[in-house]
């Protein structure tokens, strides 16, 4: 779906995202600049670990949170996805939710909530564009590679390991509190084949302002403790009751 001229946005409620990279693992400018902005703390969703197939449950809160007119506001366009692929497409999934984007520090600006930034809003729509040529091209790909094999008779796909109905019930078993011993005795499933295939259970997102809250708890702990130790000779700490 590309941006048109009657693509407009109601009472906007902004939401932002923040992501470490590899060779930043601090997120701080990334807040300063979106609170700089106007976004509150308590609506930065932060993610704090790297890597393709890390979890992210800061995108996750804001994928689940965001709906029509509101804006997701990030510091700059590729800490919205892992990958330039990743993110073309979740540009394509926000604009055809009729959720705004606003990058602050990009080269081009990409806004497409400001109906007075018409360059903002074209930036969106060529992204947009770009992420449905590569799907397409992709599924072509995959179309031509599987009509290959299968003219050649080899086997298309992955072959199944495991019921997918077997590792639902096991997750559903998991998220009722059952041990791993009530859930190899419902299942049948083996230990070591419900440790490499049960998915993880999802981590709680993290907002900017509960990161502060949980950096200022350790700082108070660590003054606690250190306001509470005594050294003894021979240069032994110990605790003062």
Known sequence: MLVSAEFSYGQLVELGYALVSTAERDLQRQIEALTAAGVGVDRIFLDTKVGVSVDRPGWRAVRELAGPGDVVVVHTLDRLGRTTRDTLGLVQELTGRGVGLRSLADPVTVDS???????????????????????????????????????????????????????????????????????VAKTGMTRSSLYRYLPPRPPAPLTAAEQAEQAEQAEHSGTTAAATAAVVPGGVVVAVA
């Open 113 to 183: 909530a400001d109906p007075a930034a018409p360059m903002g809003q074209l930036m969106v729509a060529v992204l947009v564009l770009l992420a449905h040529l590569d799907r397409t091209y992709t599924a072509e790909r995959a179309a031509h590679a599987r009509a290959v094999a299968s003219r050649l008779g080899r086997h298309v796909g992955r072959p199944s390991l495991l019921d997918p109905a077997t590792l639902a019930f096991a997750v559903q078993l998991r998220d009722r509190a059952h041990t791993m011993a009530q859930i």
